[in-house]
T-cell receptor, first 115, second 112 residues
Framework: GAVVSQHPSWVICKSGTSVKIECRSLDFQATTMFWYRQFPKQSLMLMATSNEGSKATYEQGVEKDKFLINHASLTLSTLTVTSAHPEDSSFYIC???????????FGSGTRLTVV | ELKVEQNPLFLSMQEGKNYTIYCNYSTTSDRLYWYRQDPGKSLESLFVLLSNGAVKQEGRLMASLDTKARLSTLHITAAVHDLSATYFCAPDPRGGSEKLVFGKGTKLTVNP
């Protein structure tokens, strides 16, 4: 139980275009989802916390106009990287807390490469 | 602000040997999680430690939590190559409702 499905697994896009990443909770309702970014050989850094039906809370230094997060339902949260640039190339991972499990479950991650 | 310190950051060990990874954190937390990450993959949950004194074992890995010392350990027994990965700890002061802060990770390489 407590599975989060993340798509796409990898994406290559041109500079200046936008990319949308989806995370769906398959067998539970995710009131809160977390979006992380991981650069090579580094730890996970939280970008933002999204709550169903309300605006996301962004961490300091994360541009909310560039990384648009939508959490319109209890089972779907999306991250859109707008006007992507090569420096946005990274591994993006979503996560949701699951009270019944006493922990957090993570999506499979999205490798974004901006060329 | 919660700070999480893992050590060592890099660990190269031979098969068959034992070793311990340490995770210290700065804020009182009754819960702590350990994750494994393989190259190019997301996080895989290893252990969920929910109280002081909690000890959990899975195969060659054993994790423990001392909330008073703000310390968790991940002990590796008789390492095998398949354990090569990066291991992250994350304390959870709020009990599963807020963001996690991860340690920098310990990259474990088990050599034949």
């Amino acid at each position: 139980g407590a599975v989060v499905s993340q798509h796409p697994s990898w994406v290559i896009c041109k500079s200046g275009t936008s990319v949308k990443i989806e995370c769906r909770s398959l067998d539970f309702q995710a009131t809160t989802m977390f979006w992380y970014r991981q650069f090579p050989k580094q730890s996970l850094m939280l970008m933002a916390t999204s709550n169903e039906g309300s605006k996301a809370t962004y961490e300091q230094g994360v541009e909310k106009d560039k990384f648009l997060i939508n959490h319109a339902s209890l089972t779907l949260s999306t991250l859109t990287v707008t006007s992507a640039h090569p420096e946005d190339s990274s591994f993006y991972i979503c996560s949701a807390s699951y009270q019944g499990m006493g922990g957090y479950t993570f999506g499979s991650g999205t490798r974004l490469t901006v060329v | 602000e919660l700070k999480v310190e893992q050590n060592p950051l890099f660990l190269s060990m031979q098969e068959g040997k034992n070793y311990t990874i340490y995770c210290n954190y700065s804020t009182t937390s009754d819960r702590l999680y350990w994750y494994r990450q393989d190259p190019g993959k997301s996080l895989e949950s290893l252990f969920v430690l929910l109280s002081n004194g909690a000890v959990k074992q899975e195969g060659r890995l054993m994790a423990s939590l001392d909330t008073k010392a703000r310390l968790s350990t991940l002990h590796i027994t008789a390492a095998v190559h398949d354990l090569s990965a990066t291991y992250f700890c994350a304390p959870d002061p709020r009990g599963g409702s807020e963001k996690l802060v991860f340690g920098k990770g310990t990259k474990l390489t088990v050599n034949p």
